[in-house]
């Protein structure tokens, strides 16, 4: 079956300190791969994604994320987190190709960050 | 400014009532979407639509209703048959092109039952 796992439901990291947010995924097919990130009652705002090629993608916002086809992950990396980016962040896969009916996310990592 | 604009921001639904959701997007996006987000779930997917006039169920349509008259707007109705409605309602678009997906969203109605 296809799914998007986020093992951590909530983080909580200092001020400055770097992140990594995990997330996992079953799926058949070579994925597209995105990180969403949600305030407080918000929509979702595309932090980055990964269709190919390098699988070091940078983002918006000082982001990046790593695909490892031979873990299944796509983890997500801030070196040094701000008390903005405080949110809700939403892993999700799809096959790509303009499907994004066939898209799936995974149950969300809350961020929390100390001053 | 280019966005997605969803009404109200609060909702309140009486037992036996339905009640519509707005979604109206200035980006001249043909597709979108409605999503349901439940605490500690992912974003599961009520129906969407592709092109004016046209639509199609996701996993849980059951309880709502959709129409695509405008290629703007894009109303989500949660009827009577939806008995558990509460939860945190998303729409969105999708930027055109297959290999530069990416999804803007609204900001979101919250629909309660009273």
């Known amino acids: 079956a296809q799914s998007v796992t986020q093992p951590d439901i909530h983080i909580t990291v200092s001020e400055g300190a770097s992140l990594e947010l995990r997330c996992n995924y079953s799926y058949g097919a070579t994925p597209y791969l995105f990180w969403y990130v949600q305030s407080p009652g918000q929509g979702l705002q595309l932090l980055l994604k990964?269709?190919?090629?390098?699988?070091l993608v940078q983002g918006i916002k000082g982001f990046e994320a790593e695909f490892k086809r031979s873990q299944s992950s796509f983890n997500l990396r801030k070196p040094s987190v701000h008390w903005s980016d405080a949110a809700e962040y939403f892993c999700?896969?799809?096959?790509?190709?303009?499907?994004?009916?066939?898209?799936?996310f995974g149950t969300g990592t809350l961020l929390a960050v100390q001053p | 400014d280019g966005g997605i604009t969803q009404s109200p921001k609060y909702l309140f639904r009486k037992e036996g009532q339905n009640v519509t959701l707005s979604c109206e997007q200035n980006l001249n996006h043909d597709a979108m979407y409605w999503y349901r987000q439940d605490p500690g779930q992912g974003l599961r997917l009520i129906y969407y639509?592709?092109?004016?006039?046209?639509?199609q169920k996701g996993d849980i349509a059951e309880g709502y209703s959709v129409s695509r008259e405008k290629k703007e707007s894009f109303p989500l109705t949660v009827t009577s048959a939806q008995k558990n409605p509460t939860a945190f309602y998303l729409c969105?678009?999708?930027?055109?092109?297959?290999?530069?997906?990416?999804?803007?969203f609204g900001s979101g109605t919250q629909l309660s039952v009273l």
């Open positions: 999700a896969v799809g096959p790509g190709g303009g499907a994004t009916n066939k898209l799936i």
């Open positions: 990964y269709f190919s090629g390098d699988t």
């Open positions: 969105a678009s999708r930027q055109p092109g297959t290999t530069n997906e990416k999804l803007f």
């Open positions: 639509s592709q092109i004016v006039n046209d639509f």
